[in-house]
């Protein structure tokens, strides 16, 4: 099945500067990697996604970048504010068939801190 | 409004007691699962239903039976609970199995076992 490790854990930054969280799958057949944001009580919601046709993305402040080849996805976040801080999960899922297809499988979630 | 709901928000149970968490969606989607989030915040998927039908069942205790008497709920029952159960446990939904696009999660269930 799939597995998605993400890094850091932990991110702690100052207001206006960039945070960039890095997440690597290993099953090739996955095809949609969304990015969620999970605030304190509250259910993951969707922040942005990105199709395996697609290398980039970007939406005002979020940007994610994806590389096949290496099995590599990125999310970037730009002049950061206090309001960003919450936990971030990389996701990804496998649409075309296999052990992992269907589920929507998580990392393991970055804790970002945005300072003021 | 258009959302997931699950209720309750807050459970508090003994050990070997049976309880259940209900989930709701008005969104019309067709698929809808439950997620277990532990202390650690990691999110594992747990079952999905595809149209009442049960499409994805993870390695998970008998103990723990999910239920959709239609497409728009989908209910968790666990019998005999252990202290290992403690978690927030997510409803979340989409539009068909291959899609996974758009998944919507409800605001979870914080269960404590004690």
């Known amino acids: 099945g799939e597995n998605v490790e993400q890094h850091p854990s932990t991110l702690s930054v100052q207001e206006g500067d960039s945070a960039v969280i890095k997440c690597t799958y290993s099953?090739?057949?996955?095809?949609?990697f969304p990015w969620y944001k999970q605030e304190l009580g509250k259910g993951p919601q969707l922040i942005i996604d990105?199709?395996?046709?697609?290398g980039e993305k970007k939406d005002q402040r979020i940007a994610v970048t994806l590389n096949k080849t290496a099995k590599h996805f990125s999310l970037h976040i730009t002049e950061t504010q206090p309001e960003d801080s919450a936990v971030y999960f990389c996701?990804?899922?496998?649409?075309?068939?296999?052990?992992?297809?269907?589920?929507?499988?998580f990392g393991q979630g970055t804790i970002l801190t945005v300072h003021p | 409004d258009t959302a997931v709901s699950q209720t309750p928000k807050y459970l508090v149970t003994q050990m070997g007691n049976d309880k259940s968490i209900k989930c709701e969606q008005n969104?019309?989607?067709?698929?809808m699962y439950w997620y277990k989030q532990d202390s650690k915040k990691f999110l594992k998927i747990m079952f999905s239903?595809?149209?009442?039908?049960?499409?994805i069942n993870e390695t998970v205790p008998n103990r723990f039976s999910p239920k959709s008497p239609d497409k728009a709920h989908l209910n968790l029952h666990i019998n005999s609970l252990e202290l290992g159960d403690s978690a927030v446990y997510f409803c979340?939904?989409?539009?068909?199995?291959?899609?996974?696009?758009?998944?919507?999660f409800g605001s979870g269930t914080r269960l404590t076992v004690v």
């Open positions: 239903y595809n149209n009442k039908e049960l499409i």
């Open positions: 979340a939904s989409s539009q068909g199995l291959k899609s996974g696009y758009g998944y919507t």
């Open positions: 996701a990804a899922i496998n649409k075309a068939g296999g052990t992992s297809y269907g589920k929507l499988t």
């Open positions: 969104l019309g989607h067709d698929t």
């Open positions: 990105i199709r395996s046709n697609v």
């Open positions: 099953d090739s057949a996955s095809n949609y």
